[in-house]
C-alpha cells in the first residue's frame, strides 16, 4: 500500500514539474520579448533622449548634490574596475 502511494504522489509531482517547467520558459520567453524591445528602442531613440534630458536639465536649473556625484563618481570607478579585471581574465584565458 505504502509503495503504491508513494509511486502515485511521485507521478503527480513529476507532472507538477513539468507544468512549472513549461509555465517558466513561456514568462522567460515573454521577459525576453520585452527586454529586446525597450533595448531596441533606445539604441534607435539615443540622441533625442540624450537631447530631451540636457533639455529637461537646462529648464528646471538641475545641478546634482555632492551625495550624487559622489555616487556616479563610486559607480563609474567600479564599472571601470569591473571591466579592467574583465578584460585581464580574457588575456590569461587566451
Partial sequence: MD???LVEE???LN???K???DELNCIKQKLNTYQ????KYYENNKEQI???VKKYKEDNKYTPTQEQKKKWAR???LN???KLEKEKMETQNI
Fill in 75 to 77: 559607480t563609474a570607478y
Fill in 10 to 12: 511521485n507521478k503527480l
Fill in 3 to 5: 509503495n503504491k502511494n
Fill in 19 to 21: 507544468l512549472l517547467e
Fill in 80 to 82: 571601470k574596475k569591473a
Fill in 15 to 17: 507532472e507538477k514539474i
Fill in 50 to 52: 540624450i537631447e530631451k
Fill in 36 to 39: 529586446c524591445n525597450s533595448k
